[in-house]
């Protein structure tokens, strides 16, 4: 298993404010989902990043795939809580196996009105 | 439908009982997948099933029996379950792709909470 890191853990912010989740690894990887899960549910996809340098953008959230394929980024502008969840970015690796997605230890995002 | 479910949504069982946990999907996937999930953790991967063969047992104990009778239907079965089993089981489902370019984005149900006495 590649080593993985997601940061930060919690985030608790004000509605309005902005926050950004983090993702990487010392691997490349050929592809990374961000996915969001709600308590009691299952994860839902958000987005999929494939090419470096990648910007994709949902509503208020951009996702940014880094240049190297090592890294991405989950930016929210003017959160809201229904933004709140637990943010898990799922990369699959270049030495990966087909059918294992591993994921990240979760950013638990709070945001209070 | 690009909806999976999952049965039951909570389920409580004794340590000598068995039980069995259900998904479906009608989405055409020919992969289906177990995930076990403790309270602020992510999900671990148990089990992937491609079109409808066990590919991937990530070394489970055998009290967990997986099961695909068919593509759109995938079970968990069971038995003599330990209280740290007690997890969110979660289901999901993928479109079939055998390369390293297939993005293998997964379809989560929303899970059976699983409670073991």
């Known amino acids: 298993t590649q080593l993985l890191e997601q940061s930060p853990q919690f985030l608790s912010i004000q509605e309005g404010e902005n926050l950004t989740v983090y993702c990487n690894s010392s691997?490349?990887?050929?592809?990374l989902q961000w996915y969001r899960q709600e308590p009691g549910e299952g994860p839902v996809l958000l987005v999929t990043?494939?090419?470096?340098?990648e910007v994709k953008k949902l509503k208020r959230l951009t996702f940014q795939f880094g240049d190297a394929r090592k890294d991405s980024s989950l930016h929210i502008t003017a959160a809201q809580p229904g933004d709140t969840g637990l943010y898990l970015c799922?990369?699959?690796?270049?030495?990966?196996?087909?059918?294992?997605?591993?994921f990240g230890a979760g950013t638990q995002v709070v945001v209070t009105p | 439908d690009t909806e999976v479910t999952q049965t039951p949504k909570h389920l409580v069982m004794g340590m000598t009982n068995k039980k069995s946990l259900k998904c479906e999907q009608h989405?055409?996937?020919?992969?289906m997948y177990w995930y076990k999930q403790k309270a602020k953790k992510p999900p671990e991967l148990m089990f992937v099933?491609?079109?409808?063969?066990?590919?991937i047992n990530e070394s489970v104990p055998s009290r967990f029996s997986p099961e695909c009778p068919n593509s759109s239907l995938l079970n968990l079965h069971l038995h003599a379950l330990q209280p740290e089993d007690s997890a969110l089981y979660l289901c999901?489902?993928?479109?079939?792709?055998?390369?390293?370019?297939?993005?293998?984005?997964?379809?989560f149900g929303p899970g059976t909470r699983l409670t073991v006495l």
């Open positions: 099933y491609s079109y409808e063969k066990l590919s």
């Open positions: 691997s490349v990887f050929s592809s």
């Open positions: 799922a990369p699959r690796m270049t030495t990966d196996s087909w059918g294992k997605l591993q």
């Open positions: 999901a489902s993928s479109q079939q792709g055998q390369t390293l370019s297939s993005y293998n984005e997964q379809f």
């Open positions: 990043v494939v090419t470096g340098g």
């Open positions: 989405m055409g996937h020919r992969a």
